[in-house]
């Protein structure tokens, strides 16, 4: 997918580092490690350039106009304490899908990392996290481990009834990039 490709350009560019995404229907999450102070800002705002440029160069023959009526504003960056949320941030992208009732469980759902981060999908997009790779000696104990982190598809269910499923410190409305540290 283009988007995906571009992300991956951006971060590298960059040196963004991406732990976890998902693409929504209107929105994208994303969890990124900058190399530098202010990179997860940047990869935001050449992300939006670079898609509304291609969204507009293929909408204008379509529409007979330029620009494509997405809008990329209501963008945001928040830092992640990582020892104390990395974990409920990646949980939270990547449920997002779920919890939208795209699907039942987050691996049914193509455009996320939880396919690589669970299951050992390849994903060249991906950059594990210290802690990721803190939650076992194997990638096999490492994808065991972090499936534990995610509730049956009942409990997810009921969170989002009772809470709205967002995770600590994080708004369900928030949209963006997370930058752990």
């Known amino acids: 997918m283009a988007y995906l490709r571009a992300l991956g350009d951006c971060a590298m560019r960059l040196e963004c580092a991406v732990h976890a995404y998902v693409l929504m229907g209107n929105h994208v999450h994303l969890l990124v490690t900058p190399a530098r102070a202010g990179g997860a800002a940047r990869l935001l705002r050449g992300l ?10 293929a909408a204008a023959p379509a529409y007979g106009r330029p620009g494509n009526g997405r809008d990329f504003g209501g963008t945001s960056v928040s830092p992640v304490y990582a020892r104390r949320y990395l974990f409920a941030c990646m949980r939270y992208i990547e449920l997002n899908p779920v919890r939208a009732g795209f699907v039942r469980h987050a691996a049914q759902y193509r455009w996320s990392s939880y396919r ?6 390849e994903d060249p997009l991906l950059t594990p996290h210290a802690l990721y790779y803190a939650l076992g000696r194997t990638p096999e104990a490492r994808r065991a481990a972090y499936r534990v982190l995610f509730p049956a598809a009942s409990q997810l269910h009921a969170m989002t009834d ?17 930058s752990a540290s």
Do not use: F, K, V, Y
């Open 116 to 121: 690589a981060n669970a299951l050992g999908g």
């Open 48 to 57: 939006a350039e670079r898609h509304e440029l291609e969204g507009a160069a």
């Open 162 to 178: 009772s809470a709205q499923g967002a995770a600590p410190g994080i708004s369900s409305a928030d949209r963006g990039a997370h």
